[in-house]
């Protein structure tokens, strides 16, 4: 089994910056995909990037150039950098992991939830004017 524990959401004005982390523990291997995903109040759950072992990122283009993220191998550590902060990027995101290395069409913008057995419980963030 393994277990996802995300942690530095919060509230933030538009234009701020926040840091996600994600700390995976238990049967996690060494060679899996984490992402990122995020649900906004009434909406359906988001792909917003994901990372493999082998370091390549792919993100959703929402995101693209303002959302960074990376993984600590050794440390079984993911991260979220969110820079520039707009009113749309409000939600709860969660943490995701799958044992094995991305697929290739995430390369493509293109996730599915189901391709991710592994859940965090989430961390809110929330922008404001």
């Known amino acids: 089994q393994v277990q996802l524990a995300e942690s530095g959401g919060g509230s933030v004005q538009a234009g701020g910056s926040l840091n996600l982390t994600c700390a995976a523990s238990?049967?996690?291997?060494?060679?899996?995909?984490m992402g990122w995903f995020r649900q906004a109040p009434g909406k359906g759950r988001e792909a917003v990037a994901s990372?493999?072992?082998?370091?390549?990122?792919n993100y959703a283009d929402s995101v693209q150039g303002r959302f960074t993220i990376s993984i600590d191998t050794a440390k079984n550590l993911l991260y979220l950098q969110m820079n520039s902060l707009k009113l749309e990027d409000t939600a709860m995101y969660y943490c995701?992991?799958?044992?094995?290395?991305?697929?290739?069409?995430?390369?493509?913008?293109?996730?599915?939830?189901?391709?991710?057995?592994?859940w965090g419980q989430g961390t809110q963030v929330t922008v404001s004017s």
């Open positions: 990372i493999d072992t082998d370091g390549s990122p």
């Open positions: 238990g049967e996690i291997g060494t060679s899996y995909c």
């Open positions: 995701a992991a799958e044992l094995f290395l991305c697929p290739a069409m995430h390369a493509l913008g293109r996730w599915r939830e189901n391709d991710f057995p592994y």
